[in-house]
């Protein structure tokens, strides 16, 4: 059974930094790209970043661009996300999920981690 | 970015109903269009992917439609387990995006 825990998330104020993580089992993480997808509060879903399956390579939405940062450990079966220069429009549940090939859809999700920024 | 906009945004129907909902993106993307369903306090479902394959597992009441730029998702009888909200997303771009969701209530 795909598994996917999300952690790290919690409160921080304006301008702070939090590492996010999510730990996968069930299937062999290395193949797959994985992906983190937030949601505000009563709002819809916003694609955030993906990570190509060797952590090779990486996109980010624009507004994330230069402030957050995508990885992951294949050796542990992790994957990560740093953010810094929060704001509070970045609070947020994050979660992430797996995208299957060819039409990259998230077959897998977690169950969120709760991101407030606030002071 | 590609621009996905969904319609109506919210909905009212009844059990036993045939629903429709609509995405359209603003530009061709093909069949890389997927849809999800998401209750309140879960993470979203794979209900169909490529336009129009069910995901394993989901009822066969739902089915997906269309290329290019429009798209629709089909509910043929409302059960009471479906009332939730229903996102598109397009993965034609790395940059993906999802439409606004529609909420479909009682």
């Not at chain 2, 629903?19 to 479902?45: E, F, H």
């Not at chain 2, 992917?49 to 429009?70: E, H, K, V, W």
């Not at chain 2, 939730?84 to 909420?103: D, K, M, N, P, V």
Request: proline share 3%; net charge neutral.
């Amino acid at each position: 059974e795909v598994l996917l825990v999300e952690s790290g998330g919690g409160l921080v104020q304006p301008g702070g930094s939090l590492r996010l993580s999510c730990a996968a089992s069930g299937f062999t993480f290395s193949s797959y790209v994985m992906n983190w997808v937030r949601q505000a509060p009563g709002k819809g879903l916003e694609w955030v970043s993906l990570i190509s399956a060797s952590g090779d390579y990486s996109y980010y939405a624009d507004s994330m661009k230069g402030r957050f940062t995508i990885s992951r450990d294949n050796s542990k079966n992790t994957l990560h996300l740093q953010m810094s220069s929060l704001r509070a429009e970045d609070t947020a549940v994050y979660y992430c999920a797996r995208s299957l090939p060819q039409f990259a859809q998230y077959e897998s999700w977690g169950q969120g981690t709760l991101v407030t920024v606030s002071s | 970015d590609i621009q996905m906009t969904q319609s109506p945004s919210s909905l009212s129907a009844s059990v036993g109903d045939r629903v429709t909902i609509s995405c359209r993106a603003s530009q061709g993307i093909g069949s890389y269009l997927n849809w999800y369903q998401q209750k309140p306090g879960k993470a979203p479902k794979l209900l169909i992917y490529a336009a129009t394959s069910l995901q394993s597992g989901i009822a066969s009441r739902f089915s997906g439609s269309g290329s290019g730029t429009d798209f629709t998702l089909t509910i043929s009888s409302l059960q009471p387990e479906d009332f939730a909200t229903y996102y598109c997303q397009q993965s034609y771009t790395t940059l993906i995006t999802f439409g606004q969701g529609t909420r479909l209530e009682i």
